[in-house]
């Protein structure tokens, strides 16, 4: 049992679940001891209501800077500090109006107005306006190493309630960026803050639903923030975060009554929740397990994996439905080959024969691709062609039980088709560092969310060729599949340059049929995010039929929705 990622970075798990992702435990009981069982939040009695997040986490590093994603604890970013918008990536909706009520771009996409909302106040009384956001974005162009989202433009508010981001070029795709995943700060208090890169900001002023309360590194607590901007909201009181030293504690703090959200996977969930009527679970499929390639042998990529046909042959050879049993546990989803996700991009898909990828092995059809490109068996069963074998290494992180899982059963399924796989396990730091710079064949590894929910926020990271970079220089800008496509690169152009989401779809259509012919990630599923709640005081999650918000403890932004949406049981 392992709880889920606390974050991706371009697409990658984490070993441990750091406190920005998953270290939140929502509790009733005081972390200091004692049973929840005499806790008084019960009964609907929001007046002293209370809820815990368990994580998995050793000690917690008080960290409360909004501009420092990677460091600061989970509730930062959508719990204390708001942005203008809410974007749910669980389903395919509109933006919600949080700090903003409208914008509207110019002709050219150079210039983006935003209308602030009126009647707000940050948690230490003292007014919000236009100011504010173009305070933070004016900070965010003159720091650069807070700048993580390359954003190119300045900010100017003409009145309390505009502000106007002024950009060198056509800049439609910041759009999401800015408007949904930047935390704005009060200047009133950031303008006498020396050093914003550095700062731990101790006594965080924000205008979410929750204020700082306590710290230790144990557990740290937030309170109703009483300025909040929406009427009614919070109802819950307080919100506690803990640590816990293994998934194992975790689970057992749930059904135990002692804790009321969790992130993780748990074997035989089924099982369990016919034992706890008092649980439910919520499951948001988004990141797309993949094996990535080095492709590219003009960047320097070794290996029969370069050959695109070697690439075909895997995705063919794959017996989707036995991955996800042995290692998804039957809660993965079905992954396509465009690496989009075919429930909530299905409108972004062009050939329906792309919507998914086959579950089953075509071993048939892996056999003719390699046939046709010249890999002949050997008496071992293996394929060789021009003197080198078919045998590719693919890589892991020691301890990632599932993608060993998943490595270890490929191996049998691509011998099959006369592919010999060797998996290996690595220390994360030298898995990624190998991704990062191009020295590896195949990695198993996650696509992550992007920024909202249109496709050029993967299509742009993953194989745009200005984001790749040659073996044994940096790719962290995301295509560490080391894909160099003319054509795909002249249709993300085209698309990045408009909001007209018609030519959008005519240009991803384009990039579809290059990637799913070329294939430098190779799609098996749709990892599953299984996200567990214990309803005994607390009451108003996301369902699977409902998914207001994306659940998980690890996701930035999208805690603070639902903390907003729950209360106390009856």
């Known amino acids: 049992m392992k709880l889920l990622p606390s974050g991706r970075r371009s697409g990658r798990r984490t070993l441990t679940l750091v406190a920005a992702g998953c270290a939140a435990a929502l509790t009733l009981a005081a972390c200091s001891g004692g049973s929840s069982s005499g806790d008084s939040t019960g009964g609907g009695d929001a007046k002293n209501s209370s809820v815990t997040i368990a994580g998995n986490n050793g000690a917690m590093t008080e960290n409360f800077n909004p501009f420092m994603a990677g460091t600061a604890l989970a509730g930062t970013l959508g719990v204390i500090y708001e942005p203008l918008y809410y974007y749910n990536l669980a389903s395919d909706q509109k933006p919600q109006p949080l700090l903003a009520t409208g914008f509207s771009w110019n002709d050219d996409g150079t210039q983006l107005t935003i209308t602030t909302r009126d009647g707000v106040k940050w948690s230490d009384g003292e007014p919000f306006s236009a100011n504010d956001v173009a305070y933070t974005f004016n900070l965010l162009h003159d720091t650069p190493a807070l700048n993580t ?30 408007l949904g995943n930047q935390a704005i700060v009060p200047e009133h208090v950031w303008k006498n803050i020396a050093d914003p890169t550095k700062d731990i900001n101790k006594n965080p002023v924000g205008t979410g639903p929750y204020m700082f309360k306590s710290f230790t590194p144990q557990s740290y607590v937030l309170e109703k923030n009483p300025n909040y901007w929406e009427a009614g909201k919070p ?108 429930d909530r991009d299905a409108s972004w898909i062009a050939d329906p024969a792309n919507v998914t990828t086959p579950q089953s092995a075509d071993t048939a059809k892996a056999d003719q691709i390699l046939d046709a490109a010249g890999w002949t068996k050997g008496s071992d069963g293996i394929r060789s062609k021009d003197g080198q074998k078919l045998s590719l290494t693919i890589q892991t992180v020691s301890g990632w039980s599932d993608y060993i899982s998943i490595n270890d059963t490929l191996k049998q399924q691509l011998k099959a088709v006369g592919i010999d796989l060797k998996p290996v396990q690595l220390a994360w730091n030298e898995w990624n560092a190998n991704e990062t710079n191009g020295t590896y064949q195949l990695s198993l590894d996650s696509i992550g969310l992007g ?18 970079a040659k073996v044994g220089e940096s790719a962290a800008a995301g295509n560490s599949g080391r894909y160099s496509n003319p054509t795909v690169d002249k249709a993300l152009a085209t698309a990045g340059a408009t909001n007209d989401e018609a030519v959008q779809k005519a240009q991803y259509a384009i990039v579809q049929q290059e990637v799913v012919k070329d294939m430098p990630y190779i799609p098996i599923y749709i990892n599953s995010a299984l996200t567990e709640f214990n309803n005994t005081r607390v009451t108003g999650w996301p369902t699977n039929d409902n998914k207001y918000a994306f659940a998980a403890t690890w996701k930035a932004w999208d805690n603070g929705i639902v903390l907003k949406n729950l209360t106390p049981a009856k």
């Open 451 to 468: 920024a909202s929910s249109n496709p050029y926020f993967t299509y742009e990271g993953k194989y745009d060729s200005a984001n790749t």
């Open 235 to 342: 109802v819950i009181q307080q919100v506690r975060y803990i640590s816990l030293d293994t998934a194992d504690a975790a689970s057992a703090a749930l059904t135990a009554g002692q804790a009321d959200w969790m992130s993780s996977f748990l074997p035989g969930l089924d099982q369990l929740l016919k034992g706890h009527q008092e649980l439910s679970y919520v499951n948001t499929p988004a990141l797309t397990t993949s094996v990535f390639t080095c492709s590219s042998t003009a960047l320097g990529c070794k290996g029969p994996q370069t050959d695109p046909a070697v690439r075909q042959a895997i995705y063919y050879a794959m017996d989707r439905t036995q991955l996800n049993k042995l290692a998804g546990g039957g809660f993965a989803g079905e992954a396509s080959p465009t690496l989009l996700l075919p």
């Open 149 to 178: 989202s390359g954003l190119a433009a300045t900010a100017k508010a003409t009145d309390d309630h505009t502000v106007v981001l002024t950009f060198k070029g056509t800049s439609y795709m910041q759009e999401p960026s800015i």
